[in-house]
């Protein structure tokens, strides 16, 4: 498509409320890519290495995004991303607690009885390496420092910062 034809095309569609394929193609590599130029060689089959139709695509780029339609798609893309980001965060979040808590109650130890079956021996074998990556994942979820170092033979997590330290002995049941 030449720029006359894309000029046009963007004159037009100021007139109305509605966006073309290519604008909503565009609006939605924008917001996935993040950076507008790439986008729209992307969608407007520009080649970006081009150092001529790069300069094209950053112009023409910047022109469509300052069409209202677009504008207000793109923002409209960027808040659905946003909630898709907090659903997913949650659903992680959930995920790692049940991983914590199935890690602290632990999974029955087995041994081999005389009959050649495996029965409990009545120990619980706690996952303390699950626990910790567990713990990891909701502290940076909740944006918490990171820097835990493995269980100890004992079973209790050692952290390197008193926030995650008391973080962890809150959700491990650690005295």
Do not use: W
């Not at 965060?89 to 808590?101: G, H, K, Y």
């Not at 209790?156 to 491990?172: C, H, Q, V």
């Amino acid at each position: 498509m030449e720029v006359e034809q894309i000029m046009e095309d963007l004159e037009e569609l100021k007139k109305t409320n509605k966006l073309t394929p290519r604008q909503e193609m565009f609006c939605q590599e924008y917001v996935t890519m993040g950076v507008a130029s790439r986008a729209y060689a992307k969608v407007y089959n520009f080649n970006y290495q081009d150092p001529k139709d790069n300069l094209k695509c950053r112009v023409q780029a910047s022109q469509l995004l300052t069409n209202p339609n677009v504008k207000s798609r793109v923002e409209e893309l960027r808040e659905q991303a946003r909630q898709q980001s907090i659903i997913d965060r949650q659903m992680l979040l959930d995920a790692s607690m049940e991983i914590l808590l199935d890690a602290r109650k632990g999974t029955p130890e087995m041994k081999m009885n005389r009959d050649g079956k495996f029965v409990p021996t009545g120990n619980m074998i706690q996952d303390h390496k699950g626990a910790n990556e567990a713990i990891k994942n909701i502290m940076r979820m909740l944006g918490l420092d990171t820097q835990i170092v493995n269980a100890n033979v004992e079973g209790k997590a050692d952290i390197n910062i008193a926030t995650a330290k008391d973080f962890a002995k809150e959700l491990m049941g650690d005295d």
